[in-house]
């Protein structure tokens, strides 16, 4: 019930986000906006996400504490197990330390801030629909998640 009360509740700040590739270079531009006064110390965090990771090195393996648990989806897969397809992989943190500052000029009802990111992807990559974007704003006092925005490297995501 307090999950669904929660997401029931307009949010007071909101995200868009435009990203585009060359190479192995992402420059990704995120929009934070705000529809109420807010009045404590908020900071904008963007990842870089890649899913379907596997790695042929056994330094990458996937530890498998099921191995021996009949009726598990990991069962005699092995432990480790080698070759393991990793979903959803932090590729890497863009923001500052901690997130970048929002100024507290634009956490008014109207107000905007644009933060402009880039970024070298681990491998080159002509296929962006592997790598995501998630970008998510904070309360820096309270540690709060704000709002957050998930979308693909390479596309326009518009506000939530």
């Known amino acids: 019930q307090p999950i669904n009360n929660a997401a029931n509740v307009t949010a007071a700040c909101g995200l868009a986000m435009t990203s585009s590739v060359t190479s192995r ?3 990704i531009n995120i929009h934070t906006g705000f529809n109420s006064l807010l009045t404590s110390n ?4 963007v990842y870089i996400i890649e899913d379907q990771v596997m790695s042929y090195d056994p330094k990458y393996s996937q530890a498998n504490a099921y191995n021996n648990v009949p009726g598990s989806p990991f069962y005699n897969l092995g432990n480790p197990i080698l070759n393991y397809q990793h979903s959803n992989v932090v590729r890497g943190v863009v923001s500052g330390n901690g997130g970048d500052p929002i100024s507290s000029a634009n956490t008014v009802p109207g107000g905007t801030q644009v933060f402009t990111y880039r970024a070298d992807l681990p491998i080159p990559s002509n296929n962006s629909s592997k790598f995501y974007v998630m970008a998510f704003i904070t309360d820096n006092l309270t540690k709060e998640v704000m709002n957050v925005q998930m979308g693909e490297l390479g596309s326009t995501v518009d506000w939530n």
């Open 25 to 27: 270079t992402a420059t």
């Open 42 to 45: 908020y900071r904008v965090n």
